[in-house]
């Protein structure tokens, strides 16, 4: 069965870094395209970024440009977000996402706070 299991969460202060993981398992995971999003509190899910299957496609949301990374290791079978100058309103649980047949894992905390 598809499992995504994301790690890396945490407390960290405005201007910091994190570096989410998300190890997958149960399917060919170098054939699908794949996607963070996140979920503030009291808010809607949104989508982050999205990395093509082979990883040479990446996608952002206008709020996340220039500050994020998402990448992806074929051989490990695992899903990366560098997340750098961290702002407040980065505060979410991230989520590692297959968006073909929606499959979700089952999140991971950032706190962004002083």
């Known amino acids: 069965q598809v499992q995504l299991v994301e790690s890396g969460g945490g407390l960290v202060q405005p201007g910091g870094s994190l570096r989410l993981s998300c190890a997958a398992s149960?399917?060919?995971?170098?054939?699908?395209?794949m996607s963070w999003y996140r979920q503030a509190p009291g808010k809607e899910r949104d989508l982050v970024a999205t990395?093509?299957?082979?990883?040479?496609?990446?996608n952002y949301a206008d709020s996340v440009k220039g500050r994020f990374t998402i990448s992806r290791d074929n051989t490990k079978n695992t899903l990366y977000l560098q997340m750098n100058s961290l702002k407040i309103d980065d505060t979410a649980v991230y989520y590692c996402?297959?968006?073909?047949?929606?499959?979700w894992g089952q999140g991971t905390q950032v706190t962004v706070s002083s």
């Open positions: 149960g399917f060919t995971f170098s054939s699908f395209r």
């Open positions: 990395i093509g299957a082979a990883g040479g496609t990446t």
């Open positions: 996402v297959r968006q073909t047949g929606g499959y």
